[in-house]
């Protein structure tokens, strides 16, 4: 299985590990390029921004979000324009669940 990620601090990171170990491809994002970097030595794809992270996703896309509160919705806002009908966004953020319905 293909899934983006997008949040590579110790949840997003560790998570991106395990799906690779697991055998998925993953593709990575976080606005740390050092995050990035050390998770491709690892064997994931990465990108350099949210649309390349997008444009390297098959459809339907799978994307995973592991980031803090403070700019949860800032992320979602701006991947709002980059998906299409079918695409699917979990968040796995430590945010309440009610903030983000």
Known sequence: MQIGMIGLGRMGANMTRR???A???CVVYDRNAGAVAALTLEGATGAAS???LVEQ???PRALW???P???TDEV??????????GDCLIDG??????DDI
């Open 69 to 71: 509160v403070a700019v």
């Open 57 to 59: 996703l098959e459809a």
């Open 93 to 98: 953020g430590n945010s309440h669940y009610h």
């Open 65 to 67: 979000l592991m980031l």
């Open 50 to 52: 949210l649309q390349a």
């Open 23 to 25: 055998g998925h491809n």
């Open 19 to 21: 799906l690779l170990r």
């Open 76 to 85: 979602l806002e701006a991947l709002a324009p980059l998906l299409e009908a």
